[in-house]
Every structure is written in structure tokens, then in C-alpha cells.
């Protein structure tokens, strides 16, 4: 199948900077949107940027001008996450619109990084 693999997580103080990365490997044909959402503790996952037909980009309002996300190749996305607040802390979870190797679209989800912002 198709696997998503993240990394770059941790605790960070308030101000500073941290970048996520995520490969997706296996039966890839293409992948479509990519991207990163967010689950605080008794919260909705929530949409944090994405990356839409490899070209455009989406981000929440609460993270405009902080981060930024970008396609690394064909199989990979990162989020440079600058300027971090303690409201930022999150399990951050990779996802991909995949079209495999039969040509069935499907949505994939990375196991979840811990981003932890505190002094």
C-alpha cells in the first residue's frame, strides 16, 4: 500500500522555529493535495497548509505569515514552521490524496509528530 512517514517534531520555546518533513512511499502513481493538519488535546483535527495539485497553496489564518508549506519532490512535503506560539502545540499529522498503481484514489495519513511549544 502507501505509507507516510513524518519527522522533525519536538519541544521548542515560544519564538522559535521547527520544520516537519513527510515521504510517502509504496504503489504511487501521483499524488495530488498534500500536506499537514493538526490535533490539539480535545480539539478536531484541523487543516494547517496543504499543498493542492502540486501547485497551489492553503493555510489556516492562525498560521498565515509563520509557516510555509512546499512539495520536496514528487513523494515528499515539508512545513517550515517559524515564529511558534504555545498554541501551535499539536500532534501534527501528514496527509496525501494518492492515486496508486490501479489508479484508485485514496486519502493517507503519517502516524503524527508531537510539536510541543513551551518555555
Known amino acids: 500500500q502507501v505509507q507516510l512517514v513524518e519527522s522533525g517534531g519536538g519541544l521548542v520555546q515560544p519564538g522559535g522555529s521547527l520544520r516537519l518533513s513527510c515521504a510517502a512511499s509504496g504503489r504511487i502513481r501521483s499524488i495530488n493535495d498534500m500536506g499537514w493538519y493538526r490535533q490539539a488535546p480535545g480539539k478536531q483535527r484541523e487543516l494547517v497548509a496543504e499543498v493542492i495539485s502540486g501547485v497551489n497553496t492553503n493555510y489556516a489564518d492562525s498560521v498565515k505569515g509563520r509557516f510555509t508549506v512546499s512539495r520536496d519532490n514528487a513523494s515528499g512535503v515539508s512545513l517550515q514552521m517559524n515564529n511558534l506560539k504555545p498554541e501551535d502545540t499539536a500532534v501534527y499529522y501528514c496527509?496525501?490524496?494518492?492515486?496508486?498503481?490501479?489508479?484508485?484514489?485514496?486519502?493517507?495519513w503519517g502516524q503524527g509528530t508531537q510539536v510541543t511549544v513551551s518555555s
Open positions: 496527509h496525501a490524496e494518492v492515486v496508486d498503481w490501479d489508479s484508485v484514489r485514496d486519502d493517507y
